[in-house]
C-alpha cells in the first residue's frame, strides 16, 4: 500500500487505550460466561446497581452500550433495517432496533463473539419509557427472569426519606431475593460495602477529570473524549480495582496536562488552539464518531461539559457510593 493511502495511527491518551481494553475483556467475559458456569445479567446504564450485581457474580451486560459499540464499529445499519423488515417501526429508536437486530444476526456481540442470552433482566428505571418496552422484547425473545426496580419521579428535583426508604424496601424484598435465586449465590453485604469503597475512589477521580474542563485551555473535551472517560464506571466495571487503576490513570494524565498548559487529545493529536469553549445536549452520533469530531476539533472548539457524560450519575453534585450505607446509597444512586 502506498504510504500517502495509509490510515494514520488514532492517537489516543494511556486510559483511553486502557478504557478498550476493559470494554474488549468484558465482552469476552460474557462469552465465555455460561461455559464459566456464571449467570449473565442485562440491566441499562442509567442507575445501574453494578455493585449489586457483583455480589451475586454475574457477567453484566448493558444492551446500550452495546449498541453504541456496535454503531462506532459501523454494524449497527444492517441491525436496524433488519428489525425495520422484521415490523419495527421507522420513529422506534434505533438503540432498541439495532439490539434487535443483532439478536435477528446470531446475537453476535460488538467484538465479534456470540453473546449468550440474559439469565436476568434487571430494569432500573431511571430512563426514558423505552427501557421499558425494550426489555419486553428482550422478554419475548429470551424469557428469563425479569425484575424492576420502581424509582419515584422527583417533583421538585430532591430526594426525601420517603423515597430513598421506598427503594431499599424494593431492594430488600424484590430485587436481592431476585439475584440469590438466580445466581445461587447468598448476599454479603460486606462484599457490597467493598466494591463501594471502589466505586467511591473511582468516582473522585472521575470528577477531578471532568472539573479539569475549568481550566483554559481545557485538558479535555468533555464530550467527545468524556465518552471514553465515563465507560469503565457507568459499565460493568464501577466497584472493581479495575476502575479505579483507569481512573488514578487517567486523573495523573489530564493534571500533567493542566500543568503543560495542553489542549485536549483527539484521534490527530493534541488540539492546539482552544478558540470555543462548547456545552453538548444529547449522545454523539456513533455511527460517525470521528468524523463528526473532527468537525469541532478542526475549528479550535472544544466541548468544556455535556449532558451526556452525567447520563450514569451526577458526580458532581457530590454523590458517591457510601459503604456505611450501602442500601440507601444505591437507592440514591439510582434516584439520582
Known sequence: MPASSKKPQVQKEDAMWLQKELINRNYQELATAHERGKKISATFVPGNLNELLM?????????????????????????????????????????????????????????????????????????????????ELIRQKFGGETVMLHVPYQGDGKINPNMRDYVVKQLKETVIPALEKVSGVKFDIDR??????????????????LQSAKNRPSPIDGYFGGVYYIGPIFTAFRGTPDASK?????????????????????PDGEM????????????????????????????????????????????????RHDPDRPLESLAEYCMG
Open 192 to 209: 457490597l460495602r467493598q466494591y463501594m469503597r471502589e466505586s467511591a475512589k473511582a468516582e473522585e477521580d472521575l470528577v477531578a477529570v
Open 55 to 135: 455480589c451475586f457474580d454475574f457477567a453484566r451486560s448493558l444492551p446500550e452500550t452495546n449498541q453504541l459499540q456496535n454503531g462506532m464499529r459501523k454494524k449497527s445499519g444492517k441491525f436496524i433495517m433488519d428489525a425495520e423488515r422484521d415490523g419495527q417501526s421507522e420513529d422506534v429508536c434505533t438503540y432498541v432496533k439495532s439490539d434487535l437486530g443483532m439478536m435477528l444476526n446470531g446475537q453476535v456481540g460488538p467484538t465479534g463473539d456470540p453473546l449468550p442470552r440474559p439469565d436476568l433482566l434487571l430494569l432500573s428505571y431511571t430512563g426514558c419509557f423505552t427501557f421499558m418496552k425494550w426489555f
Open 246 to 266: 483507569f481512573y488514578g490513570m487517567l486523573r495523573s494524565e489530564i493534571e500533567q496536562r493542566v500543568r503543560d498548559g495542553k489542549g485536549p487529545i483527539t
Open 272 to 319: 492546539t488552539s482552544e478558540r470555543y469553549r462548547l456545552v453538548v445536549e444529547g449522545p454523539p452520533n456513533w455511527t460517525s464518531f470521528r468524523d463528526f469530531w473532527k468537525m469541532f476539533y478542526e475549528d479550535g472548539a472544544v466541548v468544556v461539559t455535556s449532558t451526556y457524560a452525567k447520563v450514569g450519575g451526577l458526580y458532581d453534585f457530590g454523590f
